[in-house]
């Protein structure tokens, strides 16, 4: 089982940039796979990137390729997000999830196949 908490969020101007943190308890984090996703009032959960176990491998939603990068250090159980030229349709409430079945590309994209959730952290983005 592992617990996660993001930080980072907050209120940036249109082409500026934040780093999004999501601290994971325990010590076998290195064993899961990690997503971030994306929810606006109004709208579906939506996936913004994947990273695998090992950080070798990262996937994105077509919306923010080329915008945002997503990494993590195992040593410290952490993920990142790092979002640059952010525009106002970024804002939404952003959550970290991580399963130890998440694997093949594919999966990543796919919500339901996280088991663990943090509470997430506010970006919004005004223009």
């Known amino acids: 089982q592992v617990q996660l908490v993001e930080s980072g969020g907050g209120l940036v101007q249109a082409g500026g940039s934040l780093r999004l943190s999501c601290a994971a308890s325990?010590?076998?984090?290195?064993?899961?796979?990690v997503g971030w996703f994306r929810q606006a009032p109004e709208k579906e959960r939506e996936f913004v990137a994947g990273?695998?176990?090992?950080?070798?491998?990262?996937y994105y939603g077509n919306s923010v390729k080329g915008r945002f990068t997503i990494s993590r250090d195992n040593a410290q159980n952490t993920v990142y997000l790092q979002m640059d030229s952010l525009k106002p349709e970024d804002t939404a409430v952003y959550y970290c999830a991580a399963d130890i079945g998440v694997s093949a590309a594919l999966s990543y994209y796919n919500k339901q196949n996280y088991a663990y959730w943090g509470l997430g952290t506010q970006v919004t983005v005004s223009s």
């Open positions: 990273i695998n176990r090992s950080g070798a491998s990262t």
């Open positions: 325990g010590n076998t984090f290195s064993r899961y796979g």
